[in-house]
């Protein structure tokens, strides 16, 4: 969400869906057109550490263009998954 902000998305909306008792997903959609990347980490910077922070922790994380121009950002997590 904080990618969200920082690009001036005028909504914002969260989702979380709940799978099993072990498993859930969130997803983040906002109105802002362009894919998040991950990018090379740099530890000096103000931010850019999310996508790493979502990739660590999720099982699986993907973006999807909505229609509007918007897109969303889902990721997969599984409890106790190491």
Do not use: C
Not at 11 to 20: G, K, N
Not at 21 to 43: C, T, Y
Request: hydrophobic content about 40%; proline content about 4%.
């Amino acid at each position: 969400m904080t990618n969200s902000v920082n690009q001036g998305a005028g909504a914002i909306h969260v989702l979380v869906e709940s799978y099993t008792d072990q498993m859930f997903e969130i997803a983040v959609w906002d109105n802002v057109s362009g894919r998040p990347e991950l990018q090379p980490v740099d530890f000096v910077a103000d931010g850019g550490r999310d996508l790493h922070i979502l990739d660590s922790y999720s099982v699986a994380w993907w973006v999807t263009a909505s229609p509007d121009g918007g897109k969303t950002v889902r990721a997969r997590f599984i409890e106790g998954d190491e």
